[in-house]
């Protein structure tokens, strides 16, 4: 073990709220102007990953110095970290210490499943293990703030982040922002803990036609209703910083929309802590043409709320020229510099700058008991989207052929991999070499391209076997940021291999790689079975080995829906009902002459190896008030031999209401261990507030009328009864 430099671990004092602020108001009259606006830049340095316009990394250390520098983005090396940081404390003129911010989103060093994957889960304490994982490694490695979690709802596959997102849904979003936020802060004075960051604040899901860094266009309601919901959730759970987005709302770009930084995040949220811009969002306000100059975005930005700058440099180059000449009132630099200082006391950086810093920060990463987390992680992760003639699970007895260029990857991190090396993932090959399993290989396509001798091989090797397995799909990056695609089909060199493969009849299974819903028409015909494997991170071989040899039961549903084509997207299971809803027949009705209006496979829906069978929905209370409790009540029976886990689901739908509501709105869920053959009784107690909704009036409150609740195993197969709501 190498010497250590974070010489001690003297415990940080749990400071009052008043403590700390008497502490920075007292450290606020020692600090000039200049000082005060350099707690609110941020800035990269040598190794800091570039989303954008390259920053001069030459200047870092002489603004440290000259103590204008808040934090620093972007580093994982904790020598680089230490150097900074002891520039800061002891050649700055009042010493104080930088916090450093970085992109630890599903996992630092053990990578988990990337969130998309993780929120199929629809198990708060995956999550919850993945920050809390994450918080231990990142907190080792010299990390005090983590851009974590990405709070973005999501409707649309093209765009390339929805795989950092919990899809499509608010509250499930929500339920998984505040499992995030306390898996990373717990007691922020902690050694093993950081701060988190709620992104991208907000609509930035909402990019039209799914390309990256678009327009988006949506009302208010849908603002409160959907797009706020989880970041609520987060700030709810006392989330420390909140991320501007890249997009406009309403036209106005949000890094300076004093309406949402100031009217929505602060007065109505009631959020108290650091809001920090997107990497160059402050500047891209020139852009979208609000701002001609640099000077013209630092008092845009200032006035409406932003207090912490990412990588550009308008707040340090014009702030201070801004309030010297009254056009900015320095009040509002005095609000940004507290916040950032009061957030620098409550993680100890004060009491001990060097706190996650080690020379030793190996022996945090990878343990026994993070990997274990991110097994099960993975587990609880992947989809069984289609297994007809029970092709799943596979037979020991069978003669298996894994064909396809994802068997022997390790790359299978998935994008922003924090310090993940792919290196340590276990591929699906290493897994079956580990378990002794024999079986067939042939590669039989790269990514992109084939050719015949590929291919070639690949029908000899599956001509021997009983059944193929086929592991495709997208490269880990080709989604992520910047990463939309038009077409979001497999890559077509692997949709040829899978069309010869499947022309010698044999049972296939399809192990689908992906970070998005993908269009899966020209292949779902073809296959027996899908098991959507995404990205599942360090042990992704072994998750995959475990559960197509029936050692583990698939458990996951699917948060976002896959479309039937991408001609239909946005799809999603919470839409309206149209004035004039398809019923299947009348022509002058909503549909397609082409294809069904429905998902492929829609929000909550998931496959098991058990067969669960749903019944006697039950509600005990048909009239109720405000603040009442629903009790809903249904039977599920497990009519297999197989014990298995299996989400039970609960959603509303307004009968009436002054505005028009979605079809379905998913309120509850429950995941639940069945043995085999084993019946439950499942409740759930859903406060009546829960059928609340932005009424015509903009109130958030439950009218009059009645509700349908429907209870059932995946948006598309509920059962149904109905209550009313009373005043
Ligand atoms: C992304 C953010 C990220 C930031 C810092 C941006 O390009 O949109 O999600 O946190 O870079 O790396």
Redesign the pocket.
Same mark, same amino acid.
């Given at each position: 073990m190498k010497s250590n430099i974070n010489i001690i671990r003297q415990p940080i004092p749990k400071r009052s709220k008043e403590e700390i602020n008497s502490l920075v108001i007292d450290l606020m009259t020692k600090m000039t102007l200049k000082e005060k606006i350099g707690q609110m830049y941020q800035t990269g340095h040598e190794g800091t !990953?570039v989303?954008?316009p390259q920053f001069d990394a030459s200047k870092t250390v002489k603004n440290v110095k000259d103590g204008i520098v808040g934090s620093i983005?972007?580093l994982l090396n904790n020598e680089v970290i230490y150097s900074l940081q002891k520039t800061a404390v002891e050649e700055s003129r009042l010493g104080i210490p930088l916090m450093f911010c970085n /992109?630890i989103i599903h996992g630092c060093k053990t990578a988990f499943p990337h969130n998309l994957a993780m929120s199929s889960s629809f198990n708060p304490d995956v999550v919850y293990d993945c920050a809390s994982v994450s918080a231990y490694e990142s907190s080792h490695s010299g990390v005090n703030v983590v *851009?974590s979690p =990405?709070l973005d709802i999501v409707r649309d596959p093209r765009w390339g982040r929805v795989v950092e997102s919990n899809g499509e849904d608010p509250y499930l979003s929500s339920v998984l922002a505040k499992a995030y936020v306390e898996g990373y802060q717990g007691d922020l004075t902690s050694y093993d803990k950081v701060a988190a960051c709620v992104?991208?604040y907000v609509g930035y899901g909402a990019t039209l036609a799914g390309r990256e860094y678009n327009t988006v266009d949506f009302s208010r309601r849908q603002l409160f209703q959907y797009y706020l919901k989880p970041f609520e959730a987060g700030i709810n759970a006392d989330v420390k910083m909140v =991320?501007t987005s *890249?997009n406009v709302f309403e036209d106005v770009p949000v890094t300076a929309n004093k309406y949402l930084l100031r009217d929505v995040l602060r007065d109505k949220l009631g959020f108290e802590g650091v809001v920090i811009s /997107?990497?160059t969002s402050s500047m891209e306000i020139m852009n979208h043409k609000i701002a001609k100059n640099a000077k013209e975005v630092a008092k845009k930005c200032v006035i409406a709320g932003l207090d912490h700058e =990412?990588i550009y440099t308008s707040y340090i180059d014009h702030l201070e020229e801004l309030v010297l000449n009254k056009e900015v009132d320095e009040k509002l630099i005095d609000e940004a510099c507290y916040r950032v200082l009061y957030l620098k006391y409550e993680l100890g950086l004060f009491d001990n700058p060097y706190k996650n810093i080690y020379f030793n920060q190996e022996d945090y990463w990878l343990t026994d008991e993070s990997k274990t987390k991110a097994l099960n992680a993975a587990i609880e992760s992947c989809v069984l989207l289609k297994n007809d003639n029970k092709a799943l699970p596979l037979n020991e007895t069978e003669k298996i052929a894994f064909i396809g260029p994802m068997v022997k990857t390790q790359e299978v991190v998935g994008p922003w991999g924090g310090k993940a090396d792919f290196h340590d993932c276990i591929s699906l090959a290493m897994a079956l070499d580990q378990e002794q399993h024999s079986y067939l290989y042939a590669e039989g396509s790269k990514i992109h391209e084939n050719n015949q001798e590929l291919i070639d091989e690949a029908i000899l090797t599956a001509k021997q076997a009983d059944k193929i397995v086929l592991a495709l799909g997208e490269h880990q990056h080709m989604s992520g !940021?910047a990463n939309a695609r038009a077409d979001i089909r497999i890559p077509e060199a692997q949709v040829k291999l899978l069309d010869e493969i499947s022309k010698l009849g044999k049972p296939i299974v399809l192990l689908l790689f992906t970070g998005r819903p993908l269009d899966l028409t020209n292949i779902v015909n073809k296959v027996d079975s899908i098991l959507n494997v995404w990205f599942l991170g360090t042990m992704s071989g072994h998750a995959i080995e475990k559960l197509i040899y029936g050692k583990e039961n698939p458990n996951g549903k699917l948060t976002m829906s896959f479309p039937y084509t991408v001609g239909q997207v946005p799809v999603f299971y919470n839409t309206l009902n149209t004035g004039r809803p398809y019923d299947g027949v009348t022509f002058y009705t909503s549909h397609y002459l082409d294809i069904p209006n429905h998902p492929l496979y829609p929000f909550g829906y998931g496959l098991s190896y058990s067969n669960f069978e749903y019944s006697n929905l039950t509600i005990e209370n048909k009239v109720v008030k405000k603040d009442d409790i629903i009790k809903v009540s249904v039977d599920v029976f497990n009519n297999s031999n197989v014990a298995g886990k299996e989400i039970v689901e609960l959603y509303i739908e307004a009968q009436s209401f002054s505005v028009a509501r979605p079809v379905l709105e998913f309120k509850d869920f429950k995941k639940i261990h069945f043995d085999a053959y084993e019946k439950k009784t499942i409740e759930f107690e859903l406060d009546s507030n829960a059928l609340s909704y932005y009424n015509i009036d903009m109130i958030d409150t439950v009218e009059e009328g009645l509700y349908n609740i429907f209870v059932g195993p995946s948006s598309n197969k509920l059962l149904k009864d109905v209550i009313e709501y009373k005043l």
């Open positions: !990953e989303t954008g983005i972007g /992109d *851009f =990405m992104k991208h =991320m *890249f /997107d990497y =990412m !940021e």
